[in-house]
Structures are given as structure tokens and as C-alpha cells.
């Protein structure tokens, strides 16, 4: 029930940001931040759902490259998702590398399939501002499961 209503939050939350509020850069990708806690919590299958569905939302408000979103956060989902089947990594670091790579990744996906013509050149799209974009989102993606784990949490 505390897992559901934080992804339902964290849904809401950047729907707000990003499109009541057009924030842009100073709000974190918090659909990645969503789709890598499911994952994590609830395996690859519905964290590639969930990526898909998540991402045909954000990709509705876009006029250019429908399809990039939905593809790039499935994948990240399911990847993340398996992840976590494999490796059960519990410290503030590990989750922190994992939403850095997962966010990254997604961006990566992204921008690999738009359109050529609309998105960014690699240098500033992906080596700048995906890999802020990336820290910022693992800064908020370790805040969030701090706040799913009620105990302490290791470094």
C-alpha cells in the first residue's frame, strides 16, 4: 500500500512539474524515479509495463518523436527489473549508481530513436545534460526509497 501510493505521488508529482507547472530542467525526471523503484520492488515485467504506460503518457504531450518515451522507459523497466532479480544490492550507493544508470540509459534510448532532426547534438543532449539530468534524478530516486525503507540505511 506505502509502494503504491509513493508511485502514485511521484506520478502526480511530475505531471504537475513538468506540465501545470512547465519547470523543465529544474524538475527531476521522476517518471525514471518511478519506473526504477517499481522495478526494483516489483520485478521487470511490470516495471517494463509500467515504463511503457508512464511513457505513452509523457510522449502524449510531445509533439515530435511519439514512441521514444514509451520505448526508452520499457526498457529501462524491464532491464532494472531483472537487475533486481539478479543482484540485491542494499546500500545508498548501489541504488544511487542505479538510478544514475537508469535514468542515463533511458535518455540514452531516448535519443537514440527520436527523430534526428529534433533532438539535440550528442555532445550537449547526452554527455551534459542527460548526465546532470541522471545525478539529479538518483539524488531524488535515493530520497525516495529512503522514504519507502522505515529502518536506517548503509552507505
Do not use: C
Amino acid at each position: 500500500m506505502r509502494l503504491a501510493f509513493l508511485l502514485v505521488a511521484l506520478v502526480v508529482l511530475h505531471l504537475l512539474a513538468n506540465v501545470a507547472l512547465p519547470l523543465g530542467a529544474l524538475a527531476p525526471d521522476l517518471f525514471a524515479v518511478t519506473v526504477l523503484t517499481a522495478s526494483q520492488r516489483l520485478g521487470g515485467a511490470w516495471g517494463a509495463a509500467l515504463g511503457l504506460t508512464l511513457g505513452l503518457v509523457e510522449d502524449s504531450v510531445s509533439l515530435t518523436s511519439f514512441g521514444a518515451n514509451a520505448f526508452a522507459l520499457a526498457m529501462v523497466g524491464g532491464a532494472a527489473g531483472r537487475l533486481a532479480e539478479v543482484v540485491r544490492g542494499d546500500s545508498s550507493a548501489f541504488r544511487f549508481a542505479l538510478f544514475a544508470v537508469g535514468k542515463w540509459s533511458r535518455d540514452l534510448l531516448a535519443w537514440l530513436v527520436s527523430d534526428a532532426a529534433t533532438r539535440p547534438p550528442v555532445v550537449d543532449g547526452l554527455l551534459v545534460e542527460a548526465t546532470l539530468a541522471a545525478l539529479y534524478a538518483a539524488t531524488v530516486g535515493v530520497a525516495v526509497v529512503a522514504l519507502l525503507s522505515p529502518g536506517p540505511r548503509t552507505i
